[in-house]
C-alpha cells in the first residue's frame, strides 16, 4: 500500500475529538433531543389518562406528519418494521412471492417480507446513494425474469416478483426516478422503505411519496423518536383506509359489537408516544439544520484525507443526514476494524453498517443478483455520532423568518 | 315468558347508577388510574433520553412482573397480541398447524395463530369461568383425533394439532388442571392468553404459569397499563432466552456488528411504557383491593334480580375481576341489546362479549367442536364498568401492614 495514502485510526480519533469537542465524555451514535413540549404533552397524556389507542395524540401526530412530509395520507403504527409489513401486504404481497429488496439494509427490511410469507431477493447497491443500483438491477431483471400476464415472473424460482422496497440509506434517497421507471417496466409494486430519511428529499419532494406505500421508524434513535414508533404514508386514500384498518385489528365501526372482517394486526400507536411525537415534529426544523451543520462539520474534517471520504448527499437530493458516514478506499478496508476499536475505545460510538442479508443465515438462500459493489461497501463504511445537539456549535442561529 | 322473570332495561340502569354513584357523568367500561409515580418515572425518561429500546425501565418492569406473577422469567413485549405470537412459535406451533382457542374470546387470540401460518380451531366454552370446556374438549378430541408418534393429528383436516390457547375470560381463571391433563393426554402444548388475568389466581398459583409460555397485556384497558404492551412469562430459563431474542430482531450480541441468527421481530416494549408501567404495578394490589369491592357490590346489587345474574369468580380461583359482567338467562337474551342501549343512552358504558370466532368471516372455515354453549353465552353477556376508581366508596381501608 502507499503509505502516503494509509489511513491512521488514531488520527481519525483526533479529528472526531476536535469536531465533537466532547473532550472524555462519552458520545452515543445517536441520541434524540427532548429540547420541545415533550413534558408538556406526555403529561396531559396521564393527566386526562388517554395514554394507549384512544385520544387526540394519535390523530394530530398523523396530520402533522401528512403535512410535513406532503403525503395525502399518514396513518401511525407501534413500529417502523410493523408499517413496512403493512406496506408490503397492501401493496399486494402474498405468500410465495418474492419482493426484491437491498443486501445492503437492516434486517427489518427483509424481515418484513418474511412475515407476509414472501421470499427476500436481494439487490445491489450503487454507490451515489448507497440504496438499490437500478440500472443494475433492469440488466438483470431483463435476464432473469419474464413478464407473464403484467407480472414479473422469476424463471430461475419459478414464483412472481410483486414489489420493490427501496430504501433510503442512512437518510439519502436513492435514485426514485430510475427505481420508478424499473418497477414500472416490470411491473413491481414499489414501496419506500423511509424508516431514515424522514426529512429527505429527493428532487424538492419528501421521500415517502414515490412508493405506493412508504414506512417510516420513530425508534429512539432516528431524527425524531416516539419512544417506538413508525407510520406508514400514502396518497391513495383507499390505501390510507386499508392501512388503519389493518393496523387496528380490523375492526369495524360499531357502537359496541366486536365485528372484524379481515386477519388485522394490534399495530396502532399508543397516545403517549404519539404524544412525544407531536412534540417532536415540532423540532424538525431545528434538528434538520443542526444535523446538516453537523454534516458539513465531518466533511470539511475529512476533506483533506487520504484513503477515507466523508459520504456525501446525493448530487440529486437533500438529505436529513440521519447518520454520518465515512467510506474508506478499497486499499484501506482492513483498517475499518481498528478504526472502530480505537474510536470506540475513546468513548465516541461509531460502528460499521449492517451486515449483509446475503450473509445471515436466515437468508442464504434467497435468491440475489451480483452483490459485488454492496459486499465492498459493507467492508468500508463506518458511521459517526449523529445526534442533532452535537451540531450546535456550528449551526447558524435560526432564521429570524423576517427574510 | 313468564313477566315476574323478565328483566327491564330501566331497572338495570337504576341499579348501575346506583353503584356507581356518577350521577349523570359518563362511566367508561375501564379506564386506567395513574395516582402513583408515573409522572416520576416517565419524566425520568424524558430527562435521561432514554425512551426507546435501552433504558432501565424495561428490565426493572419485567423483574416486577416475574415477582409479582411468582413467574421465573418474564419478557416484555410490545403488546399483548405480540407476546401470545411469540408464545406460540415458542411453543412448536408452525404453519400448516391447527392450534385450539376458544370461540369465545378477543380475536388477538385467533389472529396470533394466524400470524404463525397455522389455524384456529375453535373450542367450547363452560359456564363456571366461560373459557374452554376441557371435559368437552376431551371428548371431542377422543373422537375426531389420533396420537401419531406423539402428535396430535385431526382425522378430518389431516393436519397436527400443535397447541391450546387457554384464555382466562374477564380475568377468571379457566379450569386450569383439566385443560392441562387434556393437553397432556393429547401431546398439545399449553399457552395462557393471560391477557385479562393479571392478578387472577387458579388455586393460589398466579394465571400464567401453568402454560409452557403465557401472554400479558398491559393495553390502556387491562388492569395495569403501559400504554400499550404485553409480556411474555416463563418458568424456562431456555424459552425466556428464546423470547427475549426472538423480540428484539435475533440479534447477537457484539460491540458493534449486526449479526442476527432468525428471522426475528420489532417486538420489544419501550423503555417509556415500561416506566409507566413500573409505576403502576406499584399499585396492583391497592387495584386489585378496589376491583375486587365494586364486584361485591355489583354482586350484592344484583342479588335479587330475577332473570338476570352477576358472574362471580369460579370457586377455585381468586379472579381480578377485570371486567364485571351480566349473565341474561336464556329467556331474556332479547333484552341484551335494549339493555346495552339503555345503559349507554345514559352515559354508562356497557358492552356485549366479543362476536364468536366462529362468527367472523376469516374463520369461517376454521375447524371447530360444537359450540353450543359459547353460542349461548354470546347472547347473553354484559360487561359492566370496571375501573379501579369506581370501587372506591365500596373499599376497606388499607390494611395497615401491622397484621
Redesign the interface.
Known sequence: MNHRNQVDPAEITEVLKTVLRKGNEPVPLH????AGR??DY??D??DS??????GPYVERFERELARFTGAKYAAAA?????ALQICLKLAGVR?GDEVIVPALT???TA?AV??C?AIPHLADSETESLGIDGEKLAGYLKETTRLRNGVCWNRRTDRPIRALVAMHTFGHPVQLDLISRVCGDYGLALVEDAAESLGSYYKNLHTGNFGKLSALSF???KIV?T??GGAILTNDEALYREAKHLTT???LPH????????????Y??????AA?GCAQLEQMEKFLRLKRALAEEYRSAFAGMPGIRFFPEPSYARSNYWLNTLILSEENASLRDPI?EDT?DHGIQ??????LMSR???FRDSPRMDLSTAESLEKRIINLPSSARLGEPYAKPESSGSS
Chains 1, 2 share one sequence.
Open positions: 441520541e434524540p433531543c427532548f415533550e413534558w406526555v403529561k397524556c396521564l389518562g388517554y395514554v394507549s389507542s384512544v407501534v413500529n417502523g418494521t410493523s405468500a437492516f434486517v427489518a424481515n418474511c412475515y410469507g425508534n429512539g434513535n423518536t419512544g417506538g385489528t380490523a375492526k357502537r359496541w359489537a366486536f365485528l372484524h372482517d379481515e386477519v388485522g394486526y394490534n396502532r400507536m399508543p397516545n403517549l408516544n412525544l472502530l470506540n461509531t460502528r460499521p453498517v449492517w451486515t445471515l443465515p436466515m
